[in-house]
């Protein structure tokens, strides 16, 4: 018997609350990523440059969280989900200009990704340009309306993370 009732519970009611205790919490369940490439000058893992915030969740579902930010070029927004984080401008209409990566699972098509080292980056990319001081290489060339490919490394020179954005002038 239940507390404060003065029934037994039936056997459909004790299934039921068994099925709602295994059930998922709402938003828990996340949609697979439809894409586990990162493609510079295009985006990484299904998210596009230039598409709009709903665009956005349509792909990844809703994100764990958001993060208004004042940056010297505009207010904008991260969308963050766990390996992605998208940054979108502010306002009505505001479009994607960067996504950045810390998921193992998406990769470049040269396989470079997060955990792969220093080393790997200059093989692969020979031209790449990284600063030491600020653990950044950088493999596109930043020129108005192009885009960059920013790989961030971290202890023992490894891949943390990978960004695909666009340049502002």
Excluded: K, Y
């Amino acid at each position: 018997m239940v507390v404060g009732h003065d029934r037994p519970m039936t056997p459909r009611c004790l299934a039921r609350i068994a099925a709602a205790s295994l059930a998922p919490a709402a938003g828990a369940v996340r949609p697979p990523l439809p894409d586990h490439r990162i493609r510079p000058g295009i985006g990484a893992g299904g998210v596009r440059l230039g598409m709009s915030e709903g665009q956005v969740l349509m792909v990844l579902g809703q994100p764990d969280a958001r993060h208004p930010r004042s940056t010297g070029d505009g207010a904008v927004i991260d969308l963050a989900w766990p390996g992605i984080t998208v940054r979108r401008w502010d306002g009505p209409g505001g479009r994607v200009l960067q996504v950045e990566i810390t998921d193992r699972g998406i990769r470049l098509d040269n396989g470079i990704g997060v955990g792969s080292t220093r080393s790997a980056i200059r093989a692969a990319f020979p031209g790449s340009r990284c600063d030491g001081a600020r653990s950044l290489c950088t493999v596109d060339e930043d020129v108005p309306d192009g885009s960059v490919l920013t790989i961030r490394l971290g202890q023992a020179d490894r891949v943390t993370g990978i960004s695909v954005a666009r340049v502002l002038d």
